[in-house]
């Protein structure tokens, strides 16, 4: 671990893993410009997803500022085809993650929200670049989403484990005290 909380070397071992290389985001410049011209349509897309879902219904009707997430959700797009997945934009898929817990978003949401944007990249790839290119770049694109799910679904775990653990040192700081001070425990 940094400072910031980040476990950059268990992150970078998880792209390692997946076989994601500096070759394949050598391979996708050419066609990055495709696929950020497309960012606010993702946005939408993104958003009818989602507003389609009681539970996440919910949470769009909750936003503060309207708008604001699809801004977002087009900014990440948008960063997703211009990083070269340094430490980051891995900080920064690690902070989503653990965003996700702090406003209590089930992680299958999360899951849901990666098959849209592959879906949504399947899309542009096939309509808009040539057929022998496309397949190549879809995987080098499935790699690279697949690593933001894995670093945002560390980050939760990470995150819920720790919230976890705090909860059950205080309920253990609060029998400790109770047994301390002689209280008994109410019956039923």
Not at 98 to 124: P, T
Not at 130 to 147: F, G, Q, Y
């Amino acid at each position: 671990m940094v400072p910031d909380g980040v476990p950059y070397a268990r992150l970078y071992f998880i792209k390692e893993k997946l076989g994601l290389s500096e070759e394949d985001l050598q391979a996708l410049d050419p066609y990055r410009e495709i696929f950020v011209r497309r960012k606010e349509q993702f946005a939408q897309r993104f958003y009818d997803v989602f507003e389609s879902i009681p539970e996440t219904y919910l949470i769009l009707e909750q936003e503060g500022r309207p708008g604001f997430l699809k801004k977002t959700w087009a900014g990440w797009f948008e960063l997703f085809f211009r990083t070269r997945l340094d430490d980051t934009m891995l900080a920064y898929l690690w902070r989503i993650g653990v965003r996700h817990v702090d406003v209590a978003l089930d992680q299958r949401f999360s899951n849901l929200g990666f098959s849209v944007i592959r879906q949504f990249c399947h899309e542009i790839a096939l309509s808009e670049i040539p057929h022998e290119r496309a397949a190549p770049l879809l995987n080098i694109i499935s790699k690279m989403l697949d690593l933001c799910l894995l670093i945002e679904t560390e980050a939760y775990i990470t995150k819920t484990v720790r919230c976890d653990l705090e909860m059950m040192r205080e309920v253990a700081d609060r029998v400790r005290m109770t047994t301390v001070s002689g209280e008994s425990w109410p019956t039923a």
